[in-house]
Nanobody, 114 residues
Framework: QVQVVESGGGLVQAGGSLKLSCAAS?????KGWYRQAPGEQRELVAS???????LYADFVKGRFTLSRDNGENTIYLQMNSLKPEDTAVYYC???????????WGRGTQVTVSS
């Protein structure tokens, strides 16, 4: 059974830091992080791409860092210099190794106060 679970969100003041974690089980490859603010569409934050590279949205470059453990079933998002506009629910996306189906966790809330 495939499962994707995010954790690490919370309330932080502007300029602060948080580290999100995403753990997956099942035949799945964890790809990266997305976020969705109220009334907005879900958007890419950071993702692993082919060749082992990472892709970052322009609005997080230099502030967020995507990493993963050696087993590739857990990934992390280190978020520094947080801004109020980073407030959103952060979701982890996985892809079935054989099916290519997208799998999403329930998300973790990040709130940045000014």
């Amino acid at each position: 059974q495939v499962q994707v679970v995010e954790s690490g969100g919370g309330l932080v003041q502007a300029g602060g830091s948080l580290k999100l974690s995403c753990a997956a089980s099942g035949s799945i490859r964890i790809k990266g992080w997305y976020r969705q603010a109220p009334g907005e569409q879900r958007e890419l934050v950071a993702s692993f791409i082919s060749g082992g590279d990472t892709l970052y949205a322009d609005f997080v470059k230099g502030r967020f860092t995507l990493s993963r453990d050696n087993g590739e079933n857990t990934i992390y998002l280190q978020m520094n210099s947080l801004k109020p506009e980073d407030t959103a629910v952060y979701y982890c996306r996985g892809v079935g190794r054989n099916s290519g189906t997208n799998y999403w966790g329930r998300g973790t809330q990040v709130t940045v106060s000014s």
